[in-house]
């Protein structure tokens, strides 16, 4: 079989591209710490009420500097529906679904999850920024899917020593 | 220019019965029908972000979703396999120069005429508004499962069809190299065959016993999960039949040539291969999946858009062999001379240069941890609608404009207004993709009826307004085709003589020794393909304890 010059020249390259573009994604996650959700458990939805940590949804400090938000969502409301953490600090979002599909997507930041009925959904995040974020369910949930929002408000730390480094710190 | 190497065992014709030739009709019938349909819905989706509902113009409608719904089935699904189903075995049988096997042909036909039946009802009376990806728990009809069961059904029935056709060839034939066009086609719907069987077992183990109560509970990530090992190759099942048509029919059609048979077979046995272990891709931000398993599908997604550069390279080389023969001079001169006045040219031309734009956006969502930024946005649709919706489906409007001459024995009816459909269609997508695109990257979210949610941004107020404006002209833009498609079967002159299939030939031809015959050991590759397959999915399969919690929820 014939392969023309300037064909193994196009392949080349763009197997060149390729490569370029997986070393970029592995220095993000290796290098940058920037994190997909993974296995983080399972839950019977139908129990919620009686399964911590859902069986206390809202924000707690775990630690100096770190907290865990545990949200519920449910047609079509997310519980808590709104919610107050610190800026500057690490903040876990523990969540799970009490029925159907739900999505946790946080504006302007990188945090996006699917809640699945039966399994946890966790990832940390560091907001920089004091302020109102809208929280919304991109996930089709039934048909009142487009009222199903929440608000995290990011109030300023009172220490006032947040110090700018690393956007994303490791989860 | 040297002979062209031809790509069917009989260059010089080959008709159908004509029996045959009316069944392969009406299912395209079904397909260009379900695309027309369908896109009614998609105006309103589009209007919708811009902040404009016209749900009242849809009287049998009772809500958004449920059009949603119908918007995603029968553009996707409907319509995509419909024309598959016709087009491979009418290209295998034209390839070969052997005729279908009746049975086949009537059982895939009665399959798929059942199966919309089935899910038509469904849908239109409300009773499974769970949009095409039908993600459990929420739950449809029983006959909403059984009806999208019985069109993959469909489907396999056509692959038998031709699996039956090359086999008989391959008989009378021993020691000759199957015909590359058949070849092409049995490649995708094999393809197509191994990827199916997740949502086969998806449909009839867990959804149907659920919607009919013989099962309490179903597992919401495993059956997603197994949505997913078949959503992302079926996108290649949409693709490979056009893929068929830029490689093999295109040249023709501009007076330019195939590059290479081993070429052309490589590039398929590698879509067969690596379609299908890339489906954690599409669930990146799922819970209860390893990151190191959504990282490999990552690598494996990224391979896959290997073939369609080489695709790339050898679909250019072919169409820039036929505009230099016209005339064409210098780096892109030989562009300008492709025959852009040829409907069914230019609707394709189109849609490659669109598909240039949609594999590059398809990259960011496969890129792992930037998905997050863009997972269930109108990025995601902002993308598809240049792939499925666009390379897939301007494609798939183009080659009507030859394929129902050739069915109906009639001229096109209007070429201008034809060549008016594809214009508007493809400036309409790249305004309704820019609008999706950039609103996505703001957090808009794909799948909501914008116009009456509770919340908003100002952020999305001027990208809604782009994808609404977009998305009105896609509208006229299939309404044109489907004129231009009926007055032909109403109104069109009848032909005299019977017209022939654009088949192509190739530049280099097949080699009769060496290994390059194994190429066309397709059970083989088949078996490769498996278990590439097993290893990307098994370290899930085995280790993931079901949660089999979830009762049905009709939130609809």
């Given at each position: ?35 997909l959700p993974g296995v983080?458990?399972q ?58 599909l ?11 999850m699917m809640l699945i009925p039966g399994q946890?959904s ?17 996930e ?32 | ?132 990806t039908s993600y459990a728990p ?57 990827a199916s069987v997740p949502i086969a077992v998806e449909f009839?183990v867990f959804l149907?016993?659920w ?7 179903v597992d919401p990530l495993l059956t997603r999960t197994l949505f997913w090992f078949t959503g992302h190759a079926i ?41 299908i272990p890339t489906g954690f891709h599409h669930q990146y931000t799922d819970p209860g999946i390893s990151t190191g398993m959504k990282?490999a599908h990552g690598?494996l997604t ?73 997972h ?157 397959i097993l290893?990307a999915y098994a370290p899930f399969f085995l280790s993931y304890e079901p949660n089999a919690v979830s ?6």
């Open positions: 079989m014939k392969i023309h010059v300037y064909e193994k020249g196009f392949l080349a390259a763009g197997l060149v591209v390729l490569i370029g573009c997986m070393s970029a994604l592995a220095y993000a996650s290796f290098g940058r710490h920037i994190h983080a458990g839950v019977d939805p139908r129990n919620l009420s009686n399964t911590p940590p859902f069986d206390q949804p809202g924000v707690r400090e775990v630690a100096p500097g770190q907290y865990e938000v545990v949200v519920i969502g449910r047609y079509w409301s997310f519980t808590p529906a709104q919610v107050r953490v610190p800026a500057g600090a690490d903040i876990t979002f523990i969540a799970t679904s009490a029925d159907v739900h999505g946790f997507n946080i504006e302007g930041t990188r945090l996006n946890i966790r990832n940390t995040y560091r907001f920089d920024e004091p302020g109102e974020y809208l929280l919304i369910c991109h089709y949930c039934g048909i009142g899917h487009h009222t199903m929002a929440g608000r995290v408000i990011v109030e300023a730390a009172a220490t006032g020593a947040t110090t700018t480094g690393e956007r994303n710190p490791g989860s | 220019m040297a002979a062209l190497t031809p790509i069917v065992a009989d260059p010089s014709g080959y008709q159908l019965p004509v029996m045959q030739r009316r069944i392969l009709r009406y299912t395209i019938y079904i397909g260009y029908l379900a695309l027309t349909a369908g896109v009614f819905h998609g105006l309103a989706n589009a209007l919708g972000y811009a902040g404009v509902s016209i749900l009242g113009w849809f009287p049998a409608l009772q809500n958004y979703y449920q059009g949603l719904t119908a918007h995603g089935v029968a553009n996707v699904l409907i319509f995509t396999f419909s024309f598959s189903n016709a087009f491979l075995p009418l290209m295998t049988a034209r390839a070969l120069s052997r005729p279908l096997s009746s049975g086949l042909l009537w059982a895939s036909f009665a399959a798929l005429v059942l199966g919309n039946v089935l899910a038509i009802y469904a849908v239109v009376s409300n009773q499974a508004s769970v949009l095409f929420l739950q449809a009809h029983w006959s909403y499962y059984l009806g999208l069961a019985l069109v993959v059904v469909s489907t396999w029935l056509a692959l038998a069809n031709m699996l039956v056709m090359v086999r008989g060839w391959r008989r009378d034939h021993p020691g000759q190299r199957t015909p590359l066009l058949a070849y092409m086609s049995l490649a995708s719907y094999l393809m197509w065959l191994l009839l149907l016993p919607s009919l109560g013989l099962r309490e509970t996108v290649y099942a949409w693709l490979l039949p056009a893929y068929i048509s830029w490689y093999a029919l295109i040249p023709r059609q501009v007076g330019g040539a195939m590059i290479s048979d081993s070429y052309t077979r490589i590039v398929f046995i590698l879509f067969l291969l690596l379609s990282a690598f990224f391979g896959v858009f290997f073939p369609s550069l080489a695709t790339a390279f050898s679909v250019i080389a072919a169409l820039e062999i036929g505009g230099r023969r016209r005339g064409g001079r210098g780096l892109l001169g030989w562009f300008w001379r492709l025959p852009w006045g040829d409907p069914s040219v230019a609707a394709q031309l189109l849609a490659m240069l669109t598909f240039v734009l949609g594999g590059a956006t398809g990259l960011v969502n496969a890129s792992y941890t930037m998905n997050q930024v863009i269930n946005t109108t990025w995601v649709p902002g993308h598809f609608h240049m792939t499925v919706g666009t390379a897939v489906a301007l494609t798939l409007m183009g080659i009507a404009y030859w394929l129902i001459p050739f069915l109906t024995e009639r001229q096109l009816w209007s070429r201008k207004l034809a060549l008016a459909s594809s214009w508007i269609y493809t400036i309409g997508v790249l305004v309704f993709a820019r609008g999706m695109i950039s609103g996505g990257l703001e957090g808009m979210p794909r799948r909501t009826f914008m116009a009456e949610a509770t919340y908003s941004s100002p952020d999305w107020v001027l990208p809604g307004i782009i994808t609404g404006v977009g998305g009105s002209m896609m509208f006229v833009g299939v309404m044109l085709f489907f004129i231009v498609v009926g007055m032909t079967v109403i109104a069109g002159r009848r032909t005299g003589a019977p017209v022939d299939i654009p088949v192509s030939g190739t530049l280099s031809p097949p080699a009769r020794s060496g290994w390059e015959p194994s190429l066309d050991r397709l059970g083989l590759w088949v078996i490769v393909a498996i278990v590439l290893i009762p049905g929820f009709r939130l609809f």
